[in-house]
């Protein structure tokens, strides 16, 4: 699996963007599909994930100000970002985990740079 993210770029403080990963290839049926970030000096954290049934989680940093939802059809999720402060600022990447069994797989998107202008 093959995973291309898009979005993203430089934002004012307050704006929006949405970031989209699209998975090339068949998917399991179990999946998370997840983004990260990381900004300078800082460790890759964990931004949202939303599992097979729809299922959501967000950092407590995004909580009510971002959205993570998925397209199945399309093998796709995205990352719809509102109200963009500049510690938003960060190279995101897409995650997606697949379960199948026992098996579990782990794919990365390359990066996609969001930087939130003061």
């Known amino acids: 699996v093959q995973l291309q993210a898009s979005g993203g770029g430089l934002v004012q403080t307050g704006g929006s963007t949405r970031l989209t990963c699209a998975a090339s290839?068949?998917?399991?049926?179990?999946?998370?599909m997840a983004w990260y970030r990381q900004a300078p000096g800082k460790q890759r954290e964990l931004v949202a994930v939303?599992?097979?049934?729809?299922?959501?989680n967000y950092a407590d940093s995004v909580k009510g100000r971002f959205t993570i939802s998925r397209d199945n059809a399309k093998n796709a999720w995205y990352l719809q970002m509102n109200s963009l402060k500049h510690e938003d600022t960060a190279v995101y990447y897409c995650n997606l985990g697949q379960l199948d069994g026992l098996r579990y797989s782990e794919a990365w998107g390359h990066g996609t740079q969001v930087t939130v202008s003061s």
């Open positions: 290839g068949s998917l399991f049926s179990i999946t998370a």
């Open positions: 939303v599992g097979s049934r729809g299922n959501t």
